[in-house]
Structure formats: structure tokens, C-alpha cells
């Protein structure tokens, strides 16, 4: 057989493996969730939290959109690979710092590179260039052209029981401040909504052929979160958007002989990975369901292979 050219879990074209992570998310501070990124408003303004109506009741509740969510995890997660000098050097994703941008390959973006690639339909090569030259972070948020390996629902306001519910909201007024002459700008209050802490929000993130470093990496963004060192929202700064992950479960598919078998999370054929040996809670229509104690031995074991990771993806 010919030497994989990039490990398998780089193309999307077959399904190997899901992961799904549910839970809820309980505020523990106001939570500030809008439209757009307001930290510092100028203008005498009301900023409202982000609604969405509840069809059969026709009751807007207040959610958090799972491009927010999406956006805390990548920079969290960028934070943990850079702090570890993970290489390829991670990038932000953004519009002008993403490695489609941003790398150059044979005088050209990676991105024009890729296209040229796809155009003359050579997608080995064009997956085996993004592969060699695209950050980690790339490959598993996804970057220009390139699809996201990891959709997060949007999360919705629940009950203990897990239905839909309204939640309350305050309202925190204060004063804007001209950014050019530093003085209080005139008739300046704004009025921020906010949720009040102790709500409850569905949680559910959905993930395809992730190896289990790249798993690893998430379980560390999910120790930072409950640590309170990574916040969602807006008004960070100011002790806004600290949330705890409650009653989280993780459940893995196996489609393909090189994902696994119930006892096993193999590497997907990543010569950088490790398999894990699972003990799970439950197994159930085809998922491998993992909650409580079990879910913690695999959370540690995971972050072990990612620590593992990144120890040997800095001295490349
Ligand atoms: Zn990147």
C-alpha cells in the first residue's frame, strides 16, 4: 500500500467517527450575549441580549448562537496550543490572520494554492497541502474552504428537566465615554441586558473524525471553562460570562475499523496520535456513552494524549 500522504481524518469525503458532547451551561455572573461585539459603547445606545422566538408558545427567550460558542472554543483553544509551541504556529481564524491567508506556498496564498489544486480536481494534493501547511486549529474549526470539524448547536434557555424556559434578565446602565477627548460623552448612558446568573443553557457540540489529541484539546478547554478562566459573551472584563458545564455526557460512533472497537478509541491513522482504551457508562443503539466517573477517566486520558501531542508538535 502507498504511504498515506495525510492522515485520514484530514478529508472529509468518508465518515469515520462522531463524538457528541451534551450538557447545560449554568451561568455563574451576568451573561452578556448581543448582536456584534459591543465592549466599549461610545454612543447613547441600548443593547439588548440576542432573542429567538419559541415557535409553538411564540415567547422569545434570550440563546447564545453556537458561532458564539464555537468562537470561545477556538480561541481557547488557541491559547492552550500556542502556551505549548504546538507547530504549525496556531492562528486566530480570522479574517486576516487564518493560515489560508496568511501561509504562502510556492509564491502563492495556501488558499489560491488549495483552489488551484481543486480546480484541476487533484484533491489528494490539495488535502495533503493544507494538511502540511494549515495550523491544528485550522483543521479542526475549519478555515476558508476548508469545512469545520466541530458544529456547536445553538444553546437555549432550559429547566432542571431540560424544557425550554424563559429566563430572567436585568438591565446594567452606564456611562460612554468619548474615546477621542477621554470626557463623558453628552446624553451618554447606555443600557446593557444581561441574563441573570443561575440560568440554565442546553449544550451540545457534534464532532466528526477528530483524533483523540484533538479530542484531548477539548477536554482542556472544558477544564478551563470550569476553572472560570475562558468566559462567554461580552463584558468580560467587567465579571460578565463565566459559565459551568453541569451533567455532561460524551458519546462516541464508530464508523470505520480504524476508529475503534467499545473497548477502544484508536488513532484514526495519525502517526501522532494514541489510542485510549475506554471503560464507558453505557452502550446504547450504536453510541458508546461515556457520563460521571467514566467521563472523567476519559476526559484525563484524553488530555494526557494531547499533552503527549504537543509535546512532540513543538519540536517539528
Ligand atoms: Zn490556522
New binding site residues.
Given amino acids: 500500500m502507498a504511504e498515506q500522504a495525510y492522515p485520514p481524518w484530514i478529508s472529509h469525503s468518508t465518515l469515520l467517527r462522531q463524538v457528541r458532547i451534551t450538557g447545560r451551561l449554568r451561568t455563574l455572573e451576568p451573561l452578556r450575549v448581543g448582536m456584534g461585539k459591543v465592549d466599549t459603547p461610545d454612543v447613547t445606545t441600548d443593547l439588548p441580549v440576542i432573542r429567538v422566538k419559541e415557535l409553538r408558545s411564540g415567547i422569545e427567550v434570550p440563546y447564545i448562537p453556537g458561532s458564539s460558542l464555537k468562537g470561545v472554543f477556538r480561541s481557547a483553544a488557541e491559547s492552550i496550543a500556542k502556551s505549548e509551541g504546538v507547530k504549525?504556529d496556531?492562528?486566530s481564524?480570522l479574517s486576516k490572520n487564518?493560515?489560508m491567508a496568511a501561509r504562502r506556498v510556492e509564491g502563492q496564498t495556501l488558499e489560491d494554492f488549495v483552489k488551484t489544486l481543486l480546480k484541476k480536481n487533484a484533491i489528494r494534493d490539495a488535502l495533503k497541502s493544507f494538511a502540511d501547511n494549515?495550523?491544528l486549529?485550522?483543521k479542526v474549526f475549519g478555515?476558508p474552504t476548508y469545512r469545520s470539524k466541530i458544529v456547536f448547536e445553538d444553546a437555549y434557555p432550559v429547566d432542571e428537566g431540560g424544557k425550554l424556559t424563559s429566563v430572567p434578565t436585568g438591565i446594567k446602565v452606564g456611562i460612554a465615554i468619548d474615546r477621542t477627548t477621554g470626557a463623558v460623552a453628552t446624553g451618554a448612558f447606555y443600557r446593557v441586558e444581561y441574563v441573570e446568573p443561575g440560568a440554565l443553557f442546553s449544550f451540545s457540540l457534534n464532532s466528526t473524525n477528530l483524533p483523540n489529541y484533538a479530542l484531548g484539546l477539548l477536554a482542556e478547554v472544558f477544564t478551563l471553562l470550569d476553572d472560570g478562566l475562558i468566559r462567554v459573551g461580552g463584558f468580560k472584563s467587567r465579571g460578565f460570562g463565566r459559565v459551568r458545564a453541569d451533567d455532561v455526557s460524551l458519546m462516541v460512533r464508530h464508523y470505520s475499523p480504524i476508529s475503534g472497537e467499545a473497548d477502544r478509541l484508536d488513532t484514526l491513522g495519525d502517526p501522532g496520535d494514541r489510542s485510549v482504551s475506554l471503560t464507558p457508562s453505557d452502550v446504547r443503539d450504536g453510541w458508546i456513552i461515556f457520563r460521571g466517573p467514566e467521563l472523567e477517566a476519559l476526559l484525563k486520558e484524553l488530555r494526557r494524549v494531547w499533552k503527549d501531542y504537543a509535546a512532540s508538535a513543538s519540536k517539528r
Wanted: charged letters at 0%; a neutral charge.
Fill in positions: 504549525p496556531p492562528c481564524g487564518n493560515c494549515a495550523c486549529l485550522c478555515a
